[in-house]
T-cell receptor, first 114, second 107 residues
Framework: EPEVTQTPSHQVTQMGQEVILRCVPISNHLYFYWYRQILGQKVEFLVSFYNNEISEKSEIFDDQFSVERPDGSNFTLKIRSTKLEDSAMYFC????????????FGQGTRLTVV | GQQVMQIPQYQHVQEGEDFTTYCNSSTTLSNIQWYKQRPGGHPVFLIQLVKSGEVKKQKRLTFQFGEAKKNSSLHITATQTTDVGTYFCAPSGKLIFGQGTTLQVKP
């Protein structure tokens, strides 16, 4: 069964460092999403991406965040200068269309900022 | 934008009891999706509801979409310990989740 894969599964970084979280969406999917989940809290929407551009973003997704689809298969989330409060589980998801189809989630990357 | 509110935030039930979570929107929704996240896991799609008044069943789970397409519910009959997790609703398209209802089941 096709799946969304995320790497690494766990990333530890020092405050102020840049991190890149990687995702490989399902190959025929066109819509991509990033979410974060702080421990014990709800799943928060960060950004959606379609046709090589951002289609929606939340207030959380400020100038410190960026997304890219560099090579037609990977979908990355970059955090330029990490803060302690960026520590969370980050989920990537993809869907074939943006309506009337389910989204498939990756297993997540746990980011720990120290 | 389309935001949904879920109640209750937490629910503890004895195994065998029923459970219901509600998802409410201030605006009319085109359709709605439900996801389940097991503890330590990632969200997994359960179902999508599209039509006004639609009712869909998956074994012990019953999903409803309100007539006005502003609310939805998930009802679990005779809960089991495998039902433990957080249940999220989200309008299709934007996929911005509600805050979820976390279900704990006491054996």
């Amino acid at each position: 069964e096709p799946e969304v894969t995320q790497t690494p599964s766990h990333q530890v970084t020092q405050m102020g460092q840049e991190v890149i979280l990687r995702c490989v969406p399902i190959s025929n999917h066109l819509y991509f999403y990033w979410y974060r989940q702080i421990l014990g809290q709800k799943v928060e929407f960060l950004v959606s991406f379609y046709n090589n551009e951002i289609s929606e973003k939340s207030e959380i997704f400020d100038d410190q965040f960026s997304v890219e689809r560099p090579d037609g298969s990977n979908f990355t989330l970059k955090i330029r200068s990490t803060k302690l409060e960026d520590s969370a589980m980050y989920f990537c998801a993809s869907s074939e269309k943006n309506r009337n189809t389910e989204a498939f989630f990756g297993q997540g990357t746990r980011l720990t900022v120290v | 934008g389309q935001q949904v509110m879920q109640i209750p935030q937490y629910q503890h039930v004895q195994e065998g009891e029923d459970f219901t979570t509600y998802c409410n929107s201030s605006t009319t929704l085109s359709n709605i999706q439900w996801y389940k996240q097991r503890p330590g896991g990632h969200p997994v799609f359960l179902i999508q509801l599209v039509k006004s008044g639609e009712v869909k069943k998956q074994k012990r789970l019953t999903f409803q979409f309100g007539e006005a397409k502003k609310n939805s519910s998930l009802h679990i009959t005779a809960t089991q310990t495998t039902d433990v997790g957080t249940y999220f609703c989200a309008p299709s398209g934007k996929l911005i989740f509600g805050q979820g209802t976390t279900l704990q089941v006491k054996p």
